[in-house]
Nanobody
């Protein structure tokens, strides 16, 4: 049973940093794709970043490239996924979701339809 739980959200001023964590219970140490998505009020859920295992290849959306970094720690049990967010902007305000796709490497980009497992989401608010 896969269970994803996000933590580390909160409120921060523009220019600040936050680190999101996702505890991924039930995700096996095998070929998989883990991702972060976000959804702002009135907008569709969008992909932020993905990471493949075992290659550790990463993808970041243009809107966050150079500011956000995704990483994964398979040495921990359960697996932990992280999103380091620097130079935050008010437009980064959203609910952030952890997602998993098992048995496959990450596709190009990040589309919601490619991921079968989701966390409950956590709020990130950036004030100007």
């Amino acid at each position: 049973q896969v269970h994803l739980v996000e933590s580390g959200g909160g409120s921060v001023q523009a220019g600040g940093s936050l680190r999101l964590s996702c505890t991924a219970s039930g995700v096996p140490i095998s070929k998989n794709c883990m991702a972060w998505f976000r959804q702002a009020p009135g907008k569709e859920r969008e992909g932020v970043a993905t990471i493949s295992w075992p290659s550790h290849n990463t993808y970041e959306a243009d809107a966050v490239k150079g500011r956000f970094a995704i990483s994964q720690d398979e040495a921990r049990n359960p697996i932990s996924l992280y999103l380091q967010m620097n130079s935050l902007r008010p437009e980064d305000t959203a609910i952030y979701y952890c997602a998993a796709a098992l048995g496959r490497l990450c596709p190009g980009g990040a589309q919601t339809a490619d991921f079968g497992f989701w966390g409950q989401g956590i709020q990130v608010t950036v004030s100007s």
